[in-house]
């Protein structure tokens, strides 16, 4: 051990003045801040709202500042209201939230910056002085929201976990920006950064963001009642948010089913529900044994409540949670997501409609694969089988092709299991022809001809399929 470190083990840190001596108004950060800087302003909850304010309140000083976030969550950035023609900050979301969609249509300085998140970690491992090297991403400011510092001089980084620390310790300029609210989630680990390893603190307080959880249409419950039977005692669960997954959480609470795990990139409502049935105990994981592990959360006031100080919960950084290879080593993985639209070759698209940003990939990937090779795993991907347009006019979510610009999500090698309220299939093993008869089954009935004439132009339906002629 070097002197070093021995010393740091040995004497004891007066993290309160550390503390004092690093507190500094918003103001005074930003005034560092020089043209051409790079900047992540953080994370869900963890997004920056005073840095961030009083950037854009120098909007006319600076040039050229990329500023990155992920699912941008209320207030709305400044640098987005006091830049809209984007002459000082470019804006770059690693998945988009309806704030970042509806921003990308009104100005001309917002993108998307594709990821696979359980890898992402992995951008950040070369130091901020090696920027030639190939992988590096290079900062000059990592800014979040955390909790208030506790006794050991660490600021936990409450729900979003993700790539957070690794931001920190290769960026150049190191802000914590102090958020009452927050709640406090034990690691895990990654889940907290020391006071000695901060330069700035910025205790200007500012409200957090809830979100109620949605309600679950009647379609919602039907898709979720065509997934229960996927579910056994004992699996391992991956759920998104939403309402699909709020009806499968409720399903399952009025089950038998027993032993149930969780380890999931995004926490949401329906663990709750789980855990206090009783079918969630996580006790037969082979990993993190009475725990449910995620990366980051959103939700309800009375949810994030239940969150904080959860000693059932375990915050991880994203490499250990969403890392493909060592999902497919996990049992019993049963992955449930999302998509927008499917088309006849079994390509799923979760995150654009034409040219539009809708979210993002994510997690997703890394999900679908590493339930897909694991042992006794699934990968269930779920969407209803229509959606209503503005206008009001009923179209379906299985097309013939995509539309221009459309981005794949999942290729059709790795799709596992659809489901819509009409039912599910499974694909693994099936030719492209049959793989067109089962999607057909499971398409709203109004629209089962015109994609069997489809079938037939791409030559993947024959005479003796059971649907059609």
């Given at each position: 051990?070097?002197?070093?470190?021995?010393?740091?083990?040995?004497?004891?840190?007066?993290?309160?003045?550390?503390?004092?001596?690093?507190?500094?108004?918003?103001?005074?950060?930003?005034?560092?801040?020089?043209?051409?800087?790079?900047?992540?302003?953080?994370?869900?909850?963890?997004?920056?709202?005073?840095?961030?304010?009083?950037?854009?309140?120098?909007?006319?000083?600076?040039?050229?500042?990329?500023?990155?976030?992920?699912?941008?969550?209320?207030?709305?950035?400044?640098?987005?209201?006091?830049?809209?023609?984007?002459?000082?900050?470019?804006?770059?979301?690693?998945?988009?939230?309806?704030?970042?969609?509806?921003?990308?249509?009104?100005?001309?300085?917002?993108?998307?910056?594709?990821?696979?998140?359980?890898?992402?970690?992995?951008?950040?491992?070369?130091?901020?002085?090696?920027?030639?090297?190939?992988?590096?991403?290079?900062?000059?400011?990592?800014?979040?929201?955390?909790?208030?510092?506790?006794?050991?001089?660490?600021?936990?980084?409450?729900?979003?976990?993700?790539?957070?620390?690794?931001?920190?310790?290769?960026?150049?300029?190191?802000?914590?920006?102090?958020?009452?609210?927050?709640?406090?989630?034990?690691?895990?680990?990654?889940?907290?950064?020391?006071?000695?390893?901060?330069?700035?603190i910025i205790d200007e307080p500012s409200p957090m963001f809830y979100s109620?959880?949605?309600?679950?249409?009647?379609?919602?419950?039907?898709?979720?009642?065509?997934?229960?039977?996927?579910?056994?005692?004992?699996?391992?669960?991956?759920?998104?948010?939403?309402?699909?997954?709020?009806?499968?959480?409720?399903?399952?609470?009025?089950?038998?089913?027993?032993?149930?795990?969780?380890?999931?990139?995004?926490?949401?409502?329906?663990?709750?529900?789980?855990?206090?049935?009783?079918?969630?105990?996580?006790?037969?994981?082979?990993?993190?044994?009475?725990?449910?592990?995620?990366?980051?959360?959103?939700?309800?006031?009375?949810?994030?409540?239940?969150?904080?100080?959860?000693?059932?919960?375990?915050?991880?950084?994203?490499?250990?949670?969403?890392?493909?290879?060592?999902?497919?080593?996990?049992?019993?993985?049963?992955?449930?997501?999302?998509?927008?639209?499917?088309?006849?070759?079994?390509?799923?698209?979760?995150?654009?409609?034409?040219?539009?940003?809708?979210?993002?990939?994510?997690?997703?990937?890394?999900?679908?694969?590493?339930?897909?090779?694991?042992?006794?795993?699934?990968?269930?991907?779920?969407?209803?089988?229509?959606?209503?347009?503005?206008?009001?006019?009923?179209v379906s979510r299985i097309v013939p092709s995509f539309k221009e610009g459309?981005?794949?999500?999942?290729?059709?090698?790795?799709?596992?299991?659809?489901?819509?309220?009409?039912?599910?299939?499974?694909?693994?093993?099936?030719?492209?022809?049959?793989?067109?008869?089962?999607?057909?089954?499971?398409?709203?009935?109004?629209?089962?001809?015109?994609?069997?004439?489809?079938?037939?132009?791409?030559?993947?339906?024959?005479?003796?399929?059971?649907?059609?002629?």
């Amino acid at each position: 051990m070097s002197k070093e470190n021995l010393s740091r083990g040995i004497m004891a840190k007066d993290f309160n003045q550390m503390y004092k001596e690093k507190l500094r108004t918003a103001a005074e950060v930003v005034k560092l801040v020089k043209s051409g800087d790079w900047i992540d302003l953080g994370m869900f909850n963890g997004k920056s709202v005073a840095f961030e304010r009083e950037l854009a309140a120098r909007k006319d000083e600076l040039n050229d500042v990329r500023c990155y976030v992920a699912v941008c969550m209320p207030p709305i950035p400044e640098i987005l209201m006091k830049d809209p023609q984007g002459e000082s900050f470019t804006y770059i979301d690693y998945h988009y939230s309806p704030v970042s969609r509806y921003f990308q249509q009104a100005r001309p300085n917002v993108f998307y910056n594709p990821t696979h998140f359980g890898e992402s970690e992995g951008w950040f491992e070369l130091k901020y002085d090696e920027p030639d090297k190939i992988g590096t991403r290079h900062r000059d400011w990592t800014v979040f929201r955390v909790c208030p510092m506790d006794k050991s001089g660490n600021f936990n980084f409450g729900l979003q976990n993700g790539i957070t620390l690794a931001q920190f310790l290769t960026s150049k300029h190191r802000v914590v920006e102090i958020c009452p609210d927050m709640p406090y989630c034990y690691g895990g680990s990654r889940e907290s950064i020391n006071v000695e390893d901060v330069e700035y603190i910025i205790d200007e307080p500012s409200p957090m963001f809830y979100s109620d959880p949605v309600v679950p249409s009647d379609i919602d419950k039907a898709i979720a009642k065509h997934v229960l039977p996927f579910i056994h005692d004992a699996c391992t669960l991956q759920l998104g948010i939403g309402g699909m997954p709020n009806a499968l959480g409720e399903i399952i609470a009025d089950t038998d089913l027993k032993d149930l795990g969780g380890h999931t990139e995004m926490l949401g409502q329906s663990y709750k529900t789980m855990m206090e049935s009783g079918n969630m105990n996580n006790m037969k994981k082979e990993y993190d044994k009475g725990k449910t592990c995620f990366t980051f959360a959103s939700g309800s006031k009375e949810f994030l409540d239940w969150m904080d100080h959860n000693s059932s919960l375990a915050s991880y950084n994203v490499f250990y949670i969403n890392h493909p290879v060592r999902l497919s080593y996990m049992e019993n993985l049963i992955s449930i997501n999302q998509a927008l639209e499917v088309d006849m070759y079994c390509q799923v698209s979760a995150e654009s409609s034409g040219f539009g940003q809708i979210s993002g990939n994510g997690g997703m990937l890394d999900f679908v694969l590493g339930s897909f090779y694991s042992k006794g795993g699934r990968s269930l991907i779920c969407f209803p089988a229509t959606h209503t347009t503005k206008d009001g006019k009923m179209v379906s979510r299985i097309v013939p092709s995509f539309k221009e610009g459309t981005i794949v999500t999942i290729p059709r090698q790795t799709a596992n299991i659809l489901v819509t309220e009409y039912g599910s299939i499974s694909l693994k093993g099936l030719g492209t022809w049959q793989r067109a008869e089962a999607l057909v089954s499971i398409a709203h009935p109004d629209f089962r001809d015109e994609l069997i004439e489809a079938a037939k132009v791409r030559k993947i339906w024959t005479r003796t399929n059971k649907i059609g002629d």
